[in-house]
T-cell receptor, first 117, second 112 residues
Framework: DQQVKQNSPSLSVQEGRISILNCDYTNSMFDYFLWYKKYPAEGPTFLISISSIKDKNEDGRFTVFLNKSAKHLSLHIVPSQPGDSAVYFCAASAGYAGGTSYGKLTFGQGTILTVHP | SAVISQKPSRDICQRGTSLTIQCQVDSQVTMMFWYRQQPGQSLTLIATANQGSEATYESGFVIDKFPISRPNLTFSTLTVSNMSPEDSSIYLC?????????FGSGTRLTVV
């Protein structure tokens, strides 16, 4: 049972344009969502997160949108840069409790983003 | 955020042998998580390790195959026992810190 799904295995975008990566989840207990970037031979690098009490969180070029009713979140990267080319993972956790409790993460399958110069 | 040092970064092992992976955190953390990423797949949680108690394993993972130690609040080890080629994966440790989760750099294991 895949509780977190990234249905697009890959995405190709021109430099300077917007990249939109999508993620769907099925578990209603998830209350904290994160996006990670991963290069080969490295561990995942935390990008941005959002708790279920919000519907948007922004950090520089990265914005995450959460639609709880649709159980859908998306990551927007604007403007996209060639250095953004990596695998992007969506992850979810239950019981985050406002940042005092860290539950296990459930990951999506990942989306390979390629940003062309 | 916490900083994690994970060793070894990679190894090639013979089937039937065991490999122990170490993670050292620069701050005290209550819970440490161990993940596996098989080739072309997502990250899957193996177990959650609390200091002073037995690790909690996810479905499909057992202590005999993946024994975990957590002797203090800054250190943990994962052993991959009696390895087979199917164990060839990247193994990662993780801790919760600073509103997110920090990951080690991973151990790329190849079993031949």
């Amino acid at each position: 049972d895949q509780q977190v799904k990234q249905n697009s295995p890959s995405l190709s975008v021109q430099e300077g344009r917007i990249s939109i990566l999508n993620c769907d989840y099925t578990n209603s207990m998830f209350d904290y969502f994160l996006w990670y970037k991963k290069y080969p031979a490295e561990g995942p690098t935390f990008l941005i997160s959002i708790s279920s009490i919000k519907d948007k969180n922004e950090d520089g070029r990265f914005t995450v949108f959460l639609n709880k009713s649709a159980k859908h979140l998306s990551l927007h990267i604007v403007p996209s840069q060639p250095g953004d080319s990596a695998v992007y993972f969506c992850a979810a956790s239950a019981g985050y409790a406002g940042g005092t409790s860290y539950g296990k993460l459930t990951f999506g399958q990942g989306t390979i983003l390629t940003v062309h110069p | 955020s916490a900083v994690i040092s994970q060793k070894p970064s990679r190894d090639i092992c013979q089937r039937g042998t065991s490999l122990t992976i170490q993670c050292q955190v620069d701050s005290q953390v209550t819970m440490m998580f161990w993940y596996r990423q098989q080739p072309g797949q997502s990250l899957t949680l193996i177990a959650t390790a609390n200091q002073g108690s037995e690790a909690t394993y996810e479905s499909g993972f057992v202590i005999d195959k993946f024994p975990i130690s957590r002797p203090n609040l800054t250190f943990s080890t994962l052993t991959v026992s009696n390895m087979s080629p199917e164990d060839s994966s990247i193994y990662l440790c993780s801790v919760g810190s600073g509103g997110g989760y920090t990951f080690g750099s991973g151990t790329r294991l190849t079993v031949v």
